[in-house]
């Protein structure tokens, strides 16, 4: 199959040209914690505009990871928000729809299957307010 524009498609797969064409974006692995001064200097270089946490599940940690986006990313995605196995990151989450309820909105994705016994994982999505810093 060809599109339009001359480039081969395999059926069902709709991202093939985006595998042919060049990209500014520059794939970065690095493996240090999230208080690493060099992850910050990343960071900071980088500004991320979309954050998805879900690392160390203390409660210090889960803090770091979100301070150190918080001023630039608009949306900030916490991961186990609602789970008894995760206590630390559930307790920030609840702070941090408080804390930063005058800038961000808060989403809430914590469904679960009937046949789960107790409460699990969840999604907490936070998006900027427009015009907020």
Known sequence: MKTGGGKILRPGCALAPLKEEETDIEPVYLQAYSTSPLVGAHVDRLK???????????????????LLVRSHASII??????????????????????????????????????SVNGSFLGIGAMKRRSGQT
């Open 77 to 114: 995605v916490h991961h186990d928000i609602h789970s008894q196995a995760c206590p630390d990151t559930t307790l920030l989450w609840k702070a941090l729809k408080e804390f930063e309820a005058p800038g961000f909105d808060a989403f809430e994705f914590t469904s679960q299957y009937p």
């Open 48 to 66: 991320p505009d979309f954050v998805f946490i879900d690392g160390d599940h203390s409660l210090r940690g889960a803090m770091q990871d979100h």
